[in-house]
């Protein structure tokens, strides 16, 4: 009988959202359990990061890493598990893109430090200590206990180690991941790089497709709280700011079939080069107004342009950071 192969998840900086994914396979996650030997989900099972730096390099066949890099540790793991195994892919957005925790990257890594240990109105440190890598007390056994190191960015996984395919989502479908799993274990791979979801946008998909105005004249932006919601008529029509036109297709138009509007988790199509200078371009440009004053008035009812243009893939925009002078 010859040996499952072995597979690895690994959990950076997210919420989590994308282990449950794994678990929303519901009774198909019997057959993944079937099919291969799981030597690494520290979520779910109490293994060592010895027992992964004790294995063979390329034993195991594929490590699915979540979540964005921003400590030390995190990329002492993936380092490792790329190390270890024949393939990794990115699962989930904060891993392709960036994902919410990117969006820290509008701020100094001093500027986090300083709100959330010293200024923010929540807290009494007079003493402004702070957490950091050097030992701060001591184990049982005499050893020092250190924390990882805050990096400075919020980084990508492909922006540390290279990675061979991208799941995207935030977090991937149960159908994608199911998809992705069987053709690894039929070695029916697509070309290294390849996203495991269709290169259209969301709209293609969208069953309000046909209501879309070909041309639009948006005089204000609405958020869905401010509006009973039309569950026929396309969402960017009603004046919300829906990012199906820009947004990769594959998550079944989830939100748009809860009468919500799509936020762009499943990432840009591969002919989109930066996603929010898209958004900006495809329905910005399309405001009523052509007066200065007029303008201002109507982007003030577009609330967060970086949270929003941004929201899933900021470690990969081409506009950082602001310089303060």
């Known amino acids: 009988m010859s040996e499952k192969p072995k597979v690895a998840f690994y959990w950076c900086a997210a919420c989590g959202g994308c282990d449950e994914a794994v678990v929303d ?3 198909g996650i019997l057959d993944v359990v079937a099919a291969v030997d ?8 109490d293994f060592k990061k010895a027992d992964i730096e004790a294995r063979p390099d390329k034993s195991i066949l594929v490590s699915f890493i ?3 890099i921003r400590s030390s540790e995190q990329v002492e793991w993936v380092r490792l598990l790329r190390k270890k195994s024949q393939l990794v892919i990115s699962f989930g957005t904060c891993a392709g893109g960036g994902g919410i925790p990117a969006l820290a990257n509008e701020f100094s890594r001093e500027e986090i430090l300083k709100y959330v240990y010293e200024t923010c109105p929540s807290n009494v440190n007079e003493s402004k200590v702070r957490p950091g890598p050097t030992p701060v007390a001591h184990n049982g056994d005499g050893s020092a206990l250190t924390l990882p190191e805050l990096h400075e960015q919020v980084r990508s996984l492909d922006q540390v180690v290279a990675v061979d395919y991208y799941l995207p989502g935030c977090p991937p479908t149960p159908k994608i991941i199911a998809a992705a799993v069987g053709a690894l274990l039929s070695g029916k791979m697509p070309p290294p790089g390849t996203v495991l979801s269709p290169d259209k ?5 969208c069953r309000r497709k046909d209501s879309k105005p070909a041309d639009l004249s948006l005089a204000e932006f609405k958020r869905p ?3 009973h919601i039309d569950p026929e008529k396309c969402l960017l029509a009603q004046g919300l700011l829906c990012m199906g036109g820009s947004t990769r297709s594959g998550c079944e138009a989830l939100c748009p079939e809860g009468n919500m509007p799509c936020t762009g988790c499943f990432g840009p199509t591969s002919r989109v080069r930066d996603k929010g200078a898209k958004v900006v371009s495809a329905i910005l440009s399309n405001i009523a107004a052509d007066e200065p004053e007029a303008i201002d008035k109507i982007l003030d009812t577009f609330p967060d342009p970086v949270g929003t243009l941004y929201r899933y893939g900021f470690s990969k925009a081409m506009l950082r950071r602001k310089q303060d002078d």
Do not use: K, R, T, Y
């Open 225 to 227: 709280h401010q509006m």
């Open 66 to 68: 979540n979540g964005s």
């Open 201 to 205: 946008a969301l709209c293609d998909e």
């Open 25 to 27: 396979l519901a009774e």
């Open 38 to 45: 799981i030597v690494l989900w520290p979520v779910a099972m």
